[in-house]
């Protein structure tokens, strides 16, 4: 009874708080999004400006599969002027039989300078290589004309190459491997500040002692506080996993079922972990000095980001490492119950631990 | 029996020492008055009663029961000196969070909370938000929670704080009213035409309680001519320089 009135209370403060809901639900869609189109690198557009190359290394480029090119061809210095004043990518000078390309790189942007480059030098190594092929063959007929000569056998074999993708697929987008931990991230940091922040509120307002003074037990306050964010990570789960997949069109492969409840505990640890650091903030500020120091190292950590050496040790330290590895599983590998069952345990037996610690908190206050 | 019942109870909050050995009883129907200056201790000794506090040494009885003590609490309306609200629910939505921790529900709880916002002059205004209330506003609104569980002991830190002198009038009405319906009641307070409205007075300093007894007991025994005079007598310390001439008279310091 008293664990719904204080679940309800906080839903009803949350409804009151319009632009605080607007933060939770509004904002991890536009940071989605976001994410969706700036790490978006497929299908998208250079302007190569060519100043003289072979027909044959031309049309190679502009049938990439993974990138449009434009080609334009310009002098020597019209060419590296283009790409100066931002109108091409690069520039590309190569002789007839592309034994020497000179590629100019806007080197601005790296990761797109990379791309161009290896789109250009693909195109001029499979102008090489057609090149000897054709080499070979007129040697072959040379001699098929001239029997005296000794009979060599010059067999050139393409090496053959074929991907096959275990989990995700060739035009797999950003989201589809970083999307999933992103989405435990968002909840956990959304929790974790406004649980804080209002358990703080709690404290300095005098209501806290007010309930205190009540017939209320130490655990019905922490359990009213659980249930009602747990509310609040539900529907912001709900309309996070909606968004990614059906907006977004990011790969669901497991149940929904899996994923709401690996939010839910992260939702619990993050809350119960709040609500015992804002005992050490004396302001809402105070609360917000948190986000460097349990926030940013849990998202670097978390398996969001190759590590090096060591580090993903320390990663296992962090609650947010497993629901960032509860949740790949799930959203992207499709697995089940089973595969996330020890990540489930180690996020409740951290929130359970948050828990007791805040009982003892609470127990400083009131003996009861 | 006496409702509330402390002995010699000591608090300190880290190395400040804010209560030494402070005796008090309150009798059933009672309206006690706690009186001193700023900082001598009045808010710590009611929360020691409300059971939020604990203190290091010395026993604290309510209702014949050592606090804290759940059920007993159930039975204790408790306001606190800042209003304790929640700025961003309306005035209802605070009476019936906290009418429900307290365990009512239903038409109880409606009801309760119909005669408490009666009692504090509030009606249409329940429907606005806290955030939008005056600062009086909010005081009769936490008034109204700690009237909400019908309780037999009700502790009230400078309740009428920005309350007008009208408003103020019906309040005492409705406490004596409580009062005579066996409900005991503890207030402190600087306004000291309420002072005088109290049965007994006890009078802090420094964390200790300097008198005790009725309003008129402690005028003659200070021998001033009105409360105020004997408030600022117990509660500077005159009284202590007087009856031990021998002391330095630094002690007297306001």
Redesign the interface.
């Known amino acids: 009874m008293r664990v719904r009135a204080i679940a309800g209370r906080i839903i009803n403060q949350l409804r009151h708080d319009k632009r605080t809901m607007a933060l939770v639900l509004a904002a991890p869609l536009i940071v989605l999004t976001l994410v969706y189109f700036v790490f978006q690198t497929n299908g998208q557009t250079f302007t190569v400006s060519v100043i003289n190359a072979p027909k044959d290394m031309v049309s190679e480029m502009k049938s990439n599969d993974d990138y449009d090119i434009t080609v334009r061809h310009d002098s020597k210095k019209d060419a590296v002027g283009a790409v100066r004043n931002g109108e091409a990518e690069a520039a590309v000078s190569a002789d007839k039989d592309c034994s020497r390309v000179k590629i100019y790189l806007d080197g601005s942007n790296a990761s797109d300078a990379k791309v161009i480059r290896a789109v250009i030098e693909q195109s001029a190594a499979a102008v090489v290589r057609d090149n000897a092929k054709d080499a070979v063959h007129d040697l072959k007929k040379t001699m098929a004309k001239n029997p005296a000569a000794p009979d060599i056998d010059i067999e050139m074999s393409e090496p053959d190459i074929t991907a096959k993708y275990i989990y995700g697929s060739e035009d797999g987008s950003f989201l589809d491997s970083y999307g999933a931990p992103l989405i435990g991230a968002i909840i956990f940091f959304f929790v974790f500040l406004i649980a804080g922040i209002n358990f703080l509120n709690e404290r300095k307002g005098g209501t806290l002692e007010r309930i205190l003074s009540t017939p209320a037990k130490r655990s019905e306050i922490i359990a009213g506080y659980v249930l009602g964010f747990g509310a609040l990570a539900v529907v912001q789960t709900i309309v996070l996993t909606l968004f990614v997949v059906y907006v977004l069109g990011m790969t669901m492969e497991g149940s929904i079922a899996a994923v709401l409840l690996i939010n839910i505990l992260t939702a619990v640890a993050a809350l119960t972990l709040g609500m015992l650091l804002s005992t050490l903030a004396s302001s809402e500020f105070q609360m917000m000095q948190f986000i460097p120091l349990v926030i940013l190292p849990q998202i670097f950590l978390c398996g969001l980001f190759r590590l090096s050496g060591g580090w993903d040790i320390a990663g296992h330290f962090m609650p947010l490492y497993y629901t960032a590895d509860a949740l790949t599983a799930v959203m992207v590998k499709g697995l089940g119950y089973s595969d996330i069952a020890l990540d489930a345990v180690v996020l409740a037996g951290c929130a359970v631990l948050f828990m007791a610690l805040n009982a003892g908190f609470l127990k400083r206050q009131r003996a009861i | 029996m006496k409702t509330v019942e402390l002995s010699g109870v000591c608090k300190a909050f880290g190395k400040k020492q804010i209560l030494h050995d402070v005796d008090l009883g309150i009798e059933s129907g009672e309206i006690f008055g706690l009186l001193g200056p700023s900082g001598c201790g009045k808010t710590t000794t009611v ?1 020691i009663i ?5 203190p290091e040494k010395g026993s604290v009885k309510v209702l014949g029961r050592s606090m ?4 007993i ?2 039975r ?1 309306g ?1 306001m ?1 000196q ?9 005035a209802y ?1 605070n009476l019936s ?2 009418g ?4 009512l ?1 239903g038409s109880e709880l409606a009801e309760r909370i119909d005669h408490a916002a009666g009692i504090v002059g509030l009606g249409d205004e329940l429907k606005e ?1 806290v955030s939008a209330y005056s600062g009086g506003m909010m005081q009769r609104l936490s008034l109204a ?1 700690a009237l909400l ?1 019908d309780p037999d002991v009700l502790l009230l830190d400078e309740p009428t704080v920005g309350i007008d002198p009208v408003l103020r009038a019906e309040i005492w009405q409705e406490l004596r009213k409580l009062a005579d319906g066996g409900s005991t009641i503890l207030i402190t307070t600087h306004v000291m035409d309420e002072a005088v409205k109290c049965g007994r007075l006890a009078m802090m300093r420094e964390g200790r309680v300097t008198a005790e007894g009725t309003p008129e007991e402690l005028i003659n025994r200070s021998g001033k001519n009105n409360i105020e005079e004997a408030f600022i007598y117990y509660g500077s310390g005159e009284h202590e320089s007087q009856s031990d001439s021998g002391q330095n008279n630094q002690s007297a310091k306001a």
């Open positions: 929360k409300a059971g939020i506090l604990s804290p003590d759940l059920k609490m159930g204790m408790y606190a800042a209003a304790a609200l929640y700025p961003s629910l309306t939505e969070f906290f429900k921790i307290y365990g529900k938000a929670i569980p």
